[in-house]
């Protein structure tokens, strides 16, 4: 008779719980390790479902409701199930006027991939984004961590095909 | 003194204040958006900009604060210009709705709009678009209409402390939600829709239904479902009540409502309300005329007099019905029936509580002023959660954290546990035990204040249990004792509210022995938990066996007397029965009752004897608004006026006394011809050959402002504003002194399986109150049936899912109630309430008397708790 | 010419760093009282290099004289500002100036924790930084007792999310706090009521990065780098149409002309400069004429644009104004946090305006409109995100309104075809 939903619930495995202890001790005050938090939770649950910031919540003794609008207000998040790469292209002034646009039609036409969505064998996700500090050598992107610069429609396909 | 120009006219300040408060204070009025007296500041929306000298950008008045010398300028072309510019920009994503916006006439945003001048739309995009949310059942959400001033989620947060919504998403993406994103899920106090100034989120239920000018009148009144006397404006329109709101700043809850306040009117209005009188023909009860019912009543009763005498005759006063009710109410039983058997449910807790501390500081020792409460330095709550029963004193303990405050929750708190600083979490009745643990600790280290030797000597003679029986008895570690102590070591001021469950035990006298102790060391004022609006009016109206009104003994000589001659009858000096001594002799002694407004078929402990005992007698009278279980077997039934229908004082926990207005005119063509309560008792009265001069409910005050010394000179002119304070305009009683020495507990060290057994505790939801909101609708939308609520961790304990149908079986009885996991609660506890029709939980709770007070004490044996088959 | 800033090879070795002279200021500075090196670094007259050019000594003596403790400091490692990639030079190729920068500041303010807020998009730089301060603290140049002198640091990195507006300091703190990263009203100021309510200071990277310099060779020495009212070096993060674009230490007060031919190598392919944007794409536009600007905070403001970050954006001949005003408007209304009307608002309908103009809609009077909006959000806004944004539009404005004219005419001169720039996506 054990509670089936209970079993199915997700919470933190124990490396995360262990990495989320260290963050708290660098703040005075438990509220601070939130977005360290969230960070942890995306990467647990895939993205920040309902289910990762009530974890979030449980664990750091927030309301649910300000762990969401927390959240929420910061755009590097992933506030949806996303595409297993995430490719940040960024289109601000000093990577536009080397080229980004042309970029932006390239990822469109060859991997299906509009801003904010999901190309569609799932592998990509899209952001358009801001400035990543790599303005000397845009036009840039960030391929989840991984910062590629001056691209052009040739890098960027090349560089894109090294991620499965 | 702060001097200032505002528009030329030189202000003079002797406090810190913004510009804008300044000017307001002076009648200058400057627009505002997001700003509100009750919240923190914001700045955001920019409408309130005016312009001072020697700063080159316009000033956000609402935040800047008045400085010495300053020159404001508050409607200058370049001001009015920046205003004109904001509402442009508001406007951009504003969509105008205004001829079906329930807001129009009442929307800041349409005001400002107006008198600034329209904005030629300049912006010819797209509105943002935003589907209007109707998930949930009383609060609808349209964002297209949010102007973003975030006034609801600070609200929300930083006075309710309820953290239900908030601003999602960032820039001019942002909105504001429930987490659910959907339906909410929070306390319901409505109070962010009251600081929304569009119609952005609005309640449903008015929704449509009427616009703002076509109020027929409003009218301000009292709050019927708690101790703590809201004031509340009621909106009334073709004879029913279309809208409750607070009075921002006015009343005991300047501007905060709780959810039963603001959304459980409508039970005011229910098509079950009784119409006529009822009497009892073959077996069935029938409509009857007035007089024949009236007539009835009497005649039945003061046969039953004649045959028995006076004594078998009990009658149970209602803690919703007034003052001048029920103290026409005990008059009628005293002088009339010839009886003492009167009691109340405050004798549940409230009386024994308040006697036992007035005893040792005096008469009024728990009147304090609920607006104390976030001033002083430490808040401690004992065997309660004012966050549930008295809801708006609850707020108060919020904000005294909010406010940096200490608060130490002693036993299950769950409505503070974001707010609380320190906790001593006893098991559900044992909070006695560890306050002795508390007390005991901060004897350690606090001195004795030696304003009251008397009580010090004692104090010190006090027997303390050691910290590890504590720990035993409570669960409550020496370290959580200690740290608690030492954080009240340095406190000057302190409050204490604690719940009638400390007096409804065995220990009675000794808990409340040691919470006045603590109380006398941390310089406390007491605050006694009220869950019926007119509790303590119960209490000074005399409706108890042993107290006329005033509250002083019946068996006093010369009291007795002055109310001897003024009804012109002897009174019997022997107290009468308590309220379940009643019950337990019907049709033995007593043969007949006579019950206002009370459901005690329904509303104490041991139903089945209470329903047997109603069965016994020979006849009874029951008043009230509904065919309530007792009614049900009643002989006479009298139909009541609700709250909103009469006039007559509530007294609230502080002893306040507040006026009631009439809002809703009950027979306005005579088709439903109804009587104030008063008017019923009075006609029976009369007939009877009392003398009841009343035409109006203003004659029993006066009345009663004769005869009691508590009330001597008051009167409804009194009561215009604020009502009026203890001690009115009488002087207090000091009594106190009479100091025995701390009795022994009569608790057992539960063995080891008695302390992981599960208890089932009475609880108290926020949303419901007695039987009454049951007839709510909106009530019933938040909270439909009756749940048992456990912590996940009972729940495996238990074995029981969430949601999931169990079946609960105590030697009383049985009931089927659904699952509520509720993270927090104490392990091992099971909380029922007793709200719902076949699923009330007091039916699984005998009692036990409290010997010295006769207050019943729940008690529940052979719990058994089983997953109903096949419902899950 | 001195630098001292970033060093002609990456290093990150803490020994390497040491050969160079490093955490010899931090040695200096805890020979001296607390207060002497607040007084030195007022004297020194460094101002503040996040972007509004605050004097540092200034600031530290509000924080310093406030009787609350503990006191913290922090590091604005943001670094939002299109245009703008210095501080991330210096973390990758000298983290170790940070840390000791740091260290000097928490002696100076007798603060043991220090955070370093460093935004989002680099990951890589966080590696660095926290590589660099686990060999700190095994040199003992952080942690207990720091090189003997009994002063306590620890320094934690905080990884910001993507929200531009969190550099700007009030909103950086609440952001560390873990909340919604707005802009907090002033007063109190940070150096009195800042993080927990405590005095805090809050600097940008290269801000602290001046510090073991000043230290080393004493404000004296340091006065006589750069401009009279701006001492020491600037670093200036150069992109855009240029040959070699770059991160370049120079000393404050060396003009724009001089940065963009001398140093970055004139305009990419031998075109001619059409426009600069000095301090990151929050700072006004400036046309060609105004080249010879000198680039400290006093004088680019009175050239009409601001240094900000400076972070110099270049573009040649061929670029449109229009589309690159519209692109920086995208960036404001989407960085808007939308505390306040005129900015939450305002940016959106300022770049609806523009996209209106770069697909060829526009229409007569959405000049006027523009300058009217503006003008509404300017000087009206709670933080200086939102005047920026209306200042940027007025500063191409006043030096571009014949293209902007020209795209409601006959469309972009520049042939462009009109379809929908780039928008960055919405947060669901
Ligand atoms: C919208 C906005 C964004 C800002 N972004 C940054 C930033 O990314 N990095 C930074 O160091 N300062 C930024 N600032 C400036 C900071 O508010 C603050 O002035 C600075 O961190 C102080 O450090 P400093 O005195 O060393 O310059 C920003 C200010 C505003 C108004
Ligand atoms: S009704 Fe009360 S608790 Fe619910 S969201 Fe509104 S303010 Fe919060
Ligand atoms: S819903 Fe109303 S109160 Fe809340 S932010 Fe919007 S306009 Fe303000
Ligand atoms: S100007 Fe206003 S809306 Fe814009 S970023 Fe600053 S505070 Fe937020
Ligand atoms: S503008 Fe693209 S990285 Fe800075
Ligand atoms: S009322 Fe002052 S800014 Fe909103």
């Known amino acids: 008779m054990k509670s089936e939903k209970s079993q199915r619930e997700k919470t933190f495995s124990p490396g995360a719980l262990t990495r989320l202890e260290e963050i708290k001790k660098k703040y005075p005050d438990k509220r601070a390790a939130l977005m360290p938090a969230l960070y942890i939770a995306q990467d647990e649950f895939g993205w920040l479902r309902p289910e990762a910031l009530k974890a979030v919540a449980q664990y750091l003794e927030l309301p649910e409701m300000t762990v969401r609008s927390t959240a929420t207000f910061y755009s590097i998040y992933k506030h949806e199930q996303a595409g297993r790469n995430m490719v940040r292209l960024c289109t601000n002034v000093s990577c536009m006027v080397l080229g980004a646009s042309t970029l932006k039609g390239t990822l469109k036409t060859l991997y299906g991939l509009a801003p904010g969505g999901t190309s569609p064998d799932g592998r990509f996700q899209l952001e358009i984004g801001e400035c990543i500090g790599a303005c000397d050598r845009g036009p840039a992107m960030l391929v989840n961590d991984d910062l590629h610069t001056e691209l052009d429609t040739k890098k960027l396909i090349q560089v894109l095909e090294s991620y499965k | 003194m702060i001097n200032i120009s505002i528009n030329g006219k030189k202000i003079g300040l002797e406090g810190p204040a913004t510009v804008l408060e300044a000017a307001r204070r002076h009648g200058i009025d400057i627009p505002t958006l997001c700003n509100h007296p009750a919240l923190e500041l914001w700045g955001g929306c920019r409408m309130c900009v005016v312009e001072i000298e020697k700063m080159p950008r316009l000033q956000t008045s609402c935040t800047v604060m008045a400085a010495d010398g300053m020159t404001v300028y508050t409607e200058t072309p370049r001001v009015v210009a920046a205003r004109k510019s904001v509402l442009e920009f508001l406007l951009i994503n504003h969509p105008l709705q205004c001829p079906t916006c329930d807001k129009a006439g009442v929307c800041k945003l349409q005001d400002l709009t107006v008198k600034y001048g329209a904005v030629a739309g300049r912006f010819e995009e797209g509105k943002r678009t935003f589907p209007e949310s109707v998930d949930d059942p009383l609060i609808v959400r349209n964002m297209e209409r949010c102007i973003m001033c975030t006034r609801c989620v600070r609200m929300c947060d930083n006075v309710q402390g309820a953290f239900a919504i908030g601003v999602v998403n960032k820039g001019t993406r942002s909105h504001v939600e429930p987490f659910s994103g959907g339906r909410y899920n929070c306390e319901y106090c409505g109070n962010c829709l009251n600081v929304c100034p569009v119609g952005a989120i609005m309640s449903r239920l008015h929704r449509y239904t009427y616009r703002p ?429 609700a709250w909103s229908e009469k006039e007559g004082t509530y007294t609230n926990l502080e002893k306040r006394i507040q006026k009631l207005e009439k809002a809703i005119e009950k027979n306005p063509e005579k088709k439903v011809f109804l009587m104030e309560d008063w008017q019923i008792l009075m006609e029976i009265g009369k007939r009877a050959g009392l003398n009841m001069p009343y035409t109006a409910s203003s004659d029993i005050i006066d009345e009663l402002a004769r005869l009691s010394p508590l009330h001597a000179g008051l009167g409804y002119g009194d009561l215009a504003e604020t009502g009026m304070m203890w001690p009115y305009k009488g002087k207090p009683l000091r009594m106190g002194g009479r100091i025995p020495a701390l009795p022994v507990s009569r608790a057992e060290a539960p063995s080891k399986e008695q302390a992981l057994a599960p208890v089932l505790v009475l609880d108290k939801p926020l949303f419901h109150s007695g039987t009454l909101s049951r007839h709510a609708g909106p009530l019933l939308d938040i909270m439909a049936e009756a749940e048992a609520k456990l912590s996940p961790e009972t729940g495996s304990v238990l074995e029981v899912t969430d949601g999931a149908m169990i079946s609960i079986s105590t030697a009383e009885g049985e009931m089927a109630l659904k699952v509520k996991f509720e993270k927090g609660l104490p392990v091992g506890a099971i909380f029922a309430g007793n709200n719902f029709g076949e699923a009330g939980a007091l039916g699984l709770f005998g009692y036990e008397l409290e010997p010295e007070s006769k207050t019943p004490i729940l008690r529940f044996a052979n719990l058994e708790i089983k997953l109903e088959t096949g419902k899950l | 010419m001195t630098r001292y800033l970033i060093p002609d090879a990456c290093i990150r070795d803490i020994g390497e760093y040491e050969k160079t002279g490093g955490y010899q200021g931090l040695e200096k500075a805890l020979s001296m009282e607390p207060g002497q090196v607040v007084e030195e670094v007022k004297k020194s007259g460094l101002r503040g290099r996040g972007g509004a050019g605050f004097p540092t000594g200034m600031k530290w003596m509000f924080a310093a004289g406030d009787p609350k403790f503990p006191k913290y400091i922090v590091c604005n490692a943001d670094e939002g500002e299109p245009g703008t990639f210095k501080d991330k030079a210096l973390l990758k190729n000298n983290p170790h100036i940070l840390i000791e920068g740091m260290a000097i500041a928490a002696h100076a303010l007798k603060a043991e924790t220090g955070y370093v807020y460093l935004r989002a998009e680099y990951p890589k730089e966080k590696e660095i930084l926290e590589a660099a301060l686990a060999q700190a603290h095994e040199k003992g140049f952080l942690g207990e007792n720091i090189m003997g002198s009994g002063a306590r640091l620890d320094i934690q990195v905080h990884r910001g999310a993507g929200a531009y507006i969190c550099g700007e300091e009030t909103a950086l703190i609440d952001s560390l706090e873990g909340k919604r990263g707005q802009p907090r009203l002033k007063p109190p100021f940070p150096v009195n009521a800042g993080l927990w309510g405590k005095p805090t200071v809050v600097n940008n990277v290269e801000t602290f990065a001046n510090l073991p310099f000043i230290m080393r060779a004493g404000a004296q020495e340091y006065m006589k780098i750069g401009a009279p009212d701006c001492p020491g070096n600037k670093l200036f993060s150069v992109s855009g149409h240029v040959e070699k674009p770059g991160v370049y230490e120079l000393p404050m007060g060396i003009t724009l002309k001089d940065i963009i031919y001398d140093h970055a190598g004139g305009i990419k392919n031998g075109k001619a400069l059409k426009a600069v944007i000095p301090g990151g794409v929050s700072a006004p536009v400036l046309p060609p004429d105004k080249i010879d600007c000198p680039m400290d905070f006093v004088s680019v403001q009175k050239w009409g644009s601001m240094l900000g970050s400076g972070g110099v954006i270049v573009f040649d001949e061929d670029t449109c104004m229009v589309q690159v005003a519209h692109r920086a408007l995208q960036f404001f209304e989407h960085e808007s946090c939308g505390k306040c009307t005129p900015c939450r608002e305002g940016t959106g309908w300022l770049r609806a305006i523009l996209e209106r103009l770069e697909t060829r809609q526009g229409r007569e009077g959405d000049i006027r409109l523009l300058e009217d909006v503006s003008r509404n959000i300017a000087g009206n806004t709670f933080c200086p995100l939102g005047d920026g944004a209306a200042m940027v539009v007025l500063g191409f404005l006043k030096h571009f309104k014949e293209e902007f004219s020209e795209h409601i005419e006959n469309g972009c001169p520049y042939g462009r075809t009109g379809k929908r720039p780039d928008r960055p996506a919405p947060v669901q």
């Open chain 2, 213 to 641: 000018w076509q109020m027929d009148k409003t009218v301000k009144t009292i709050c019927s479902f708690c101790g703590v006397g809201c004031t509340q404006l009621l909106e009334v329109r073709s004879g029913a009540i279309q809208k409750v709101s607070p009075v921002f700043g006015e009343g005991v809850n300047k501007g905060l409502l709780c959810g039963r306040g603001i959304f459980g009117y409508g039970y005011v209005g229910s098509p079950e309300r009784l119409k006529t009188p009822l009497i009892r023909k073959n077996g069935v009860l029938e409509p009857a005329e007035w007089d024949e019912a009236l007539a009835l009543a009497e005649r039945k009763m003061l046969e039953i007099k004649n045959l028995h005498g006076g004594r078998a005759i009990a009658g149970v006063a209602g803690g919703r019905c007034t003052n001048e009710e029920n103290y026409v109410f005990q008059k009628l039983l005293r002088a009339g029936f010839g009886s003492n058997n009167i009691d109340s449910v405050a004798r549940l807790g409230l009386m024994h509580a308040q006697n036992l501390l007035e005893d040792i500081f005096g008469q009024g020792a728990a009147a304090n002023l609920i607006s104390g409460i976030p001033r002083s330095d430490a808040v401690i709550t004992v065997a309660c959660d004012p966050t549930q029963t008295n809801p708006v004193m609850g707020l108060q303990v919020r904000a005294a954290a909010r406010a940096g405050k200490k608060v130490l929750t002693v036993g299950h708190a769950h409505g503070l546990r974001r707010h609380r600083t320190h906790s001593l979490p006893a098991h559900i009745g044992t909070e006695g035990m560890a306050l002795a643990g508390l007390l005991s600790e901060l004897l350690k280290i606090k001195k004795l204040p030696g304003e009251n030797p008397e009580f010090e000597a004692a104090i010190k003679n006090f027997e303390l249990p050691r910290l590890e029986e504590v720990e035993t008895y409570t669960g409550v570690s020496a370290a959580m004792l200690s740290g608690a102590a030492s954080a009240l070591k340095d406190v000057s001021s302190s409050s204490i509210i604690a719940g009638r469950e400390l007096a409804a035990h065995r220990d009675a006298r000794r808990n409340l022995m040691l919470l006045a102790a603590i109380g006398y060391i941390l310089n406390s004022r007491f605050f006694l938990i009220s869950e019926h609006p007119n509790e303590q009016g119960l209490i000074d109206m005399g409706c108890a066996p042993d107290t006329l009104p005033g509250a002083r003994p019946i068996a006093l000589q010369t009291f007795r007397e002055r109310y001897e001659e003024a009804w012109g009858v002897k009174l019997d000096p022997e107290p009468g029965l308590s309220l379940m001594e009643m019950f337990e002799q019907a049709g033995d002694t007593v043969r007949a009752m006579y019950i206002m407004g009370e459901n005690p078929a329904f509303n104490l402990p041991g139903r089945k004897m209470v329903k047997s005992a109603l069965g016994k007698l020979d006849f009874l009278v029951v008043q009230d608004i509904f065919m309530s279980e007792t009614a049900a077997m009643a002989d006479v039934v009298f139909p009541s006026l």
